[in-house]
């Protein structure tokens, strides 16, 4: 028996087209018992109707149809133009290995010929399903440059935001992600995507922010066939179909259109620009801002029908300069990643620029940590043994760094403790003063404020040893 695709359905809608209905009824009853959702069309009318409802993941098409404007074949090749990512099964009781090989040449998945084992249905199915869904990953892997699909950190606020998305993912409700740009609002948008009963389906992002008005309306409903002269586009809210749409930026979406999302968000219904047709969707919304939305509310900027909608489950992203514990382990991660995209050996990075980059306000926040790590692998100099030092990281990190960290010795001093430490320091600035004065120990003594004998002490205690002249002394340091 072939392995049960049951659970699936959300993001699973197939739409079988043939001609006798008791051929129809007995795919829609194997595919019904696999947890699937069924659609039917006897004609090319119907077909061309149905998709217009709503693009369904996969099409099983008979050949010959009977009392239709379009054969099968016909319709392959308007799918195939038109929704060149939806996968096509073609069945047919009349066919020969000459139809096959044209059908598969047209661009349908596989052939099946009447009568069939329903075993053999199931199988190439789950098949094709699971090909069109490796097919929308590796899209949204190649379209989404650097993207993450973890939360990394251990900070009391990640862990709490770990745990309400273990609480909220599995449930379908709608989710607002609120924090400062950069912090990583749509890992956690995808996170929930991934810990929910939708994860096999689409997980489909847009920024409000980056369009025009008029081009967001047509991004998120799509528009029919003509409109402006092309051909009939399909919006976000069809594509996310049974999984997950994520809207980032929400407080920059005209008025208008928020009003559309509202009804879109009750109905579950919505019409494409310049259409009338009413398409039924099956969607859940995660939305984003860095904007204060109970302000943007209370000034007209956010509608508050939707804000309500929205902010189910609030979830908040703390600044990465208030849960600065979680830096190394994003480092750690970002430094392996840009390595290996990157072909160059992964360095370490010493304490001193660790101590750095904990240091710095971050106004990035994430993401500019990542690209930060990219920088850093591609210009420190040193040998890949090496470690990283402070004084490698970015122009706008070491600018802000305190000096102690930019000495040659930085490295070494954030390992020790405060007394150690302080002998270090002691005997390098010593030695930098007495080399300064030529091993003058009466200039040196004089300019730092000590007594010469105590100097002389000082000196012998830290290993710097002077000539028996009392006035000059031979500049060398102890080697332990």
């Known amino acids: 028996m072939a392995s049960s695709i049951k659970d699936k359905s959300l993001s699973n809608d197939i739409l079988v087209v043939d001609d006798e209905t008791d051929i129809r009824l007995l795919i829609k009853g194997i595919l019904n018992d696999e947890g699937l959702m069924v659609r039917e069309a006897g004609n090319s009318d119907e ?38 990512d ?14 096959a090989v044209e059908a598969i040449k047209i661009g349908a998945y596989d052939f099946i010929e009447k009568p069939f ?63 400062p740009s950069g912090v990583g609002k749509e890992i956690v948008a995808r996170v929930l995507h991934k810990n929910s009963r939708r994860a096999n389906g689409s997980f489909v992002a847009i920024n409000c922010a980056t ?78 801002s860095s904007s204060d939305l109970q302000a943007e509310v209370q000034i007209g900027r956010v509608r508050q029908d939707l804000y309500y909608r929205l902010s189910v489950v609030p979830i908040k992203i703390p600044a990465l300069c208030d849960r600065r514990e979680d830096i190394p382990l994003l480092v750690e991660h970002f430094l392996a990643r840009a390595s290996e995209v990157s072909g160059i050996a992964v360095r370490r990075l010493g304490d001193d620029a660790m101590a750095a980059l904990q240091a710095y306000a971050w106004p990035g926040n994430v993401r500019q940590l990542r690209n930060a790590m990219e920088w850093v692998v591609i210009m420190a100099t040193g040998e890949a043994t090496d470690p990283i ?16 960290l930019r000495w040659e010795k930085g490295g070494e001093i954030m390992g020790l403790p405060l007394r150690d430490a302080r002998e270090m320091f002691e005997r390098e600035y010593l030695l930098a003063q007495v080399t300064r004065f ?43």
């Open 86 to 99: 939806t996968p096509v099964i073609m069945i047919s009781g009349h066919g020969n290995i000459q139809t």
């Open 438 to 480: 030529g091993g003058n120990i009466s200039r040196t003594a004089n300019f730092i404020g000590m007594e010469r004998s105590a100097l002389h002490r000082k000196l012998k205690l830290l290993g710097v040893h002077g000539s028996s002249n009392e006035n000059h002394a031979v500049v060398s340091e102890k080697i332990n």
């Open 389 to 404: 030092r402070a004084d490698m990281l970015p122009p706008e990190i070491t600018s802000s760094t305190p000096s102690v």
């Open 211 to 288: 369009m025009q008005p008029e081009q967001l309306e047509i991004e998120l409903f799509g528009t029919e066939y003509g409109i402006n002269g092309g051909a009939r586009k399909v919006g976000v809210f069809e594509q996310a179909h049974g999984g997950t749409l994520y809207l980032d930026e929400i407080s920059d979406m005209p008025n208008e259109t928020q009003g559309k999302i509202v009804r879109v968000l009750q109905e579950q219904v919505f019409t494409r620009v310049g259409g009338n047709t009413r398409v039924e969707v099956d969607v859940r919304v995660i939305a984003s």
């Open 47 to 84: 077909t061309l109707k149905a998709i217009a409802l709503r693009k369904p993941n996969l099409v099983i098409l008979d050949i010959w149809l009977n009392n239709s404007t379009m054969d099968g074949m016909e319709i392959l090749k308007h799918i195939r133009k038109e929704y060149p």
């Open 117 to 179: 084992k329903s075993d053999r249905l199931i199988l190439q199915v789950q098949h094709a399903l699971d090909a069109a869904r490796l097919r929308r990953e590796n899209l949204e892997l190649k379209t989404r440059v650097g993207g993450e699909n973890d939360l990394i950190g251990k900070s009391p606020e990640i862990n709490q935001i770990r745990q309400i998305i273990e609480r909220v993912a599995p449930t379908g409700s709608r989710v607002m992600i609120s924090g």
